[in-house]
């Protein structure tokens, strides 16, 4: 059993930036995807960012490629969402999650654990 808590999330003003983190206990994460998606009021959750296991490769949705970096350090069993530029339509619950390495990581159902989300609010 895997439990991850997102942290970071909080307000932010136009074109301001945040790093948003996610802690994994339980057990190691790293031989396993992790990934960032959203959840905006109204609407459903979307995709934001995958990473590999060694972090050799990421992959990101349209929306937020060129602004938007994941990160992972295995050794602290965190992955990270540094958000840069960020606009009005980035505002969203982000929830990070993790899953086997052999899966795409662009769907929610790649994904087996989930946490439980952190706000980001852009304030203009």
């Known amino acids: 059993q895997v439990q991850l808590v997102e942290s970071g999330g909080g307000l932010v003003q136009a074109g301001g930036s945040l790093r948003l983190a996610c802690a994994a206990s339980?057990?190691?994460?790293?031989?396993?995807?992790m990934g960032w998606f959203r959840q905006a009021p109204g609407k459903e959750r979307e995709f934001v960012a995958t990473?590999?296991?060694?972090?050799?490769?990421?992959s990101y949705a349209d929306s937020v490629k060129g602004r938007f970096t994941i990160s992972r350090d295995n050794a602290k069993n965190t992955v990270y969402l540094q958000m840069n530029s960020l606009k009005p339509e980035d505002t969203a619950v982000y929830y990070c999650a993790v899953g086997s390495t052999s899966r795409s990581g662009s769907y929610a159902q790649d994904y087996d654990y989930w946490g439980q989300g952190t706000q980001v609010t852009y304030s203009s």
């Open positions: 990473i590999n296991w060694t972090g050799g490769r990421t």
């Open positions: 339980g057990r190691a994460v790293s031989s396993d995807r």
